[in-house]
């Protein structure tokens, strides 16, 4: 069974949360759904979301198959 859990983050600008994942090695994309998609091999993407204060992390952190 799928549940759609979030995390808040302290990020408050688009740049740098970008500049993050790409300092990070983190690959991402563009998506409709979130600001920010982080692509999986297997399962789900997981995206950052603006809140309306900061971005947060959203997806099924049971299903989250990074090593990050």
């Known amino acids: ?3 759609l859990s979030s995390v ?3 990020l408050t600008e688009l740049n740098i949360l ?3 994942l790409i300092a990070l090695d983190i690959k991402w994309y563009r ?3 979130a600001s920010i998609s982080l692509p999986q091999k ?3 993407d ?3 979301v603006w ?3 900061e971005y947060e992390l959203m997806g099924d952190f049971s299903q989250w198959k990074q090593p990050w």
């Open 1 to 3: 069974m799928s549940h």
């Open 51 to 53: 809140n309306g204060d």
């Open 31 to 33: 998506e409709s759904w």
């Open 46 to 48: 997981f995206g950052f």
């Open 42 to 44: 297997e399962g789900p």
């Open 8 to 10: 808040k983050t302290c």
């Open 18 to 20: 970008e500049y993050s």
